[in-house]
């Protein structure tokens, strides 16, 4: 009888790969030089070491950079809160989401009654088992649930928006702005649906906060973000390159600094002189 498992799971042995090219990274690096910074897997959990927030933050964009490479989707991360060690030492543990939890295989089970094809499908643990009588069928059931289905690695998100796109998208001062990928250029699209061209290469992204969310610096009562964009390096070179620009609310209107660019990665949200230095006041 033909049959179908609708599994949610990511790549281990992909995980492994961009832990240990991420702790290359780190031992090569002049900033992380004399720190301990570090990373460790030990089964299905990620442990970030660091001095201070701001560089669990940035070992976990190194990461998050190694697993993109992998193809390994970033919604399988699931962040816990910064805890103090011995010393002047935090930790942070990261766990790799495994299986279908019980409510988005519910919404499966409903997906497929309501595509009104004749299979028996169950849920044991944390897979999806689905058999039918006939192998068209199957087929055709299968192709349903990839489209019409998003990421499970997404499953926990508080809204409908992807966790992979909450750092392209912010509100500044009242307004909705998403950064999008204009002819493999970054682009800002604002509420009235025009385009600000970055003069960024994509993809771009926010700075984000601790909790994973765009963040918008004030300074002087005026709003301003960062767009940044990492440049594509080979797998295993420590080297990273950073390029970006702030973008600043004054009188309603938008106004994009110069670029800057670095021979880093610039993680976390940055202080506040990366956001004001790059305009004139």
């Known amino acids: 009888m033909p049959s179908f498992d609708t599994v949610c799971e990511a790549s281990m042995v992909d995980v492994k790969h961009a832990i240990e090219n991420t702790t290359k990274e780190i031992t090569t690096r002049f900033d992380f030089k004399g720190t301990p910074a570090a990373i460790e897997l030990k089964d299905k959990e990620i442990t970030l070491i660091g001095d201070a927030d701001f560089q669990l933050g940035q070992i976990e964009d190194i990461l998050r950079n190694k697993l993109t490479k992998r193809n390994v989707d970033v919604r399988f991360l699931d962040k816990g809160d910064v805890q103090k060690m011995g010393g002047d030492k935090v930790k942070q543990v990261i766990k790799v989401r495994d299986g279908i939890e019980t409510e988005l295989g519910k919404k499966i089970q409903r997906l497929i009654k309501d595509s009104k094809i004749k299979v028996q499908a169950s849920i044991q643990g944390d897979l999806v088992l689905g058999a039918f009588m006939n192998k068209a069928r199957c087929a055709v059931l299968i192709g349903c649930l990839f489209s019409s289905l998003t990421a499970c690695a997404g499953q926990q998100a508080s809204s409908?928006?992807?966790?992979?796109?909450?750092?392209?998208?912010?509100?500044?001062?009242?307004?909705?702005?998403?950064?999008v990928d204009d002819q493999q250029r970054c682009a800002l699209r604002k509420p009235d649906q025009t385009l600000m061209p970055l003069d960024l290469p994509w993809p771009c992204q926010f700075t984000v906060d601790r909790q994973g969310k765009s963040?918008?610096?004030?300074?002087?009562?005026?709003?301003?973000?960062?767009?940044?964009?990492?440049s594509t390096a080979p797998q295993n070179s420590p080297q990273c390159h950073s390029e970006y620009r702030a973008i600043r609310l004054v009188n309603g209107q938008l106004e994009p600094s110069i670029i800057a660019r670095r021979a880093s990665c610039m993680g976390g949200t940055g202080d506040q002189k990366n956001y004001t230095g790059l305009f004139t006041w």
């Open 160 to 179: 409908a928006t992807s966790t992979a796109a909450v750092n392209q998208v912010v509100v500044m001062g009242g307004q909705q702005l998403t950064l």
């Open 215 to 230: 963040h918008v610096e004030t300074f002087g009562k005026v709003p301003i973000v960062i767009v940044l964009h990492f």
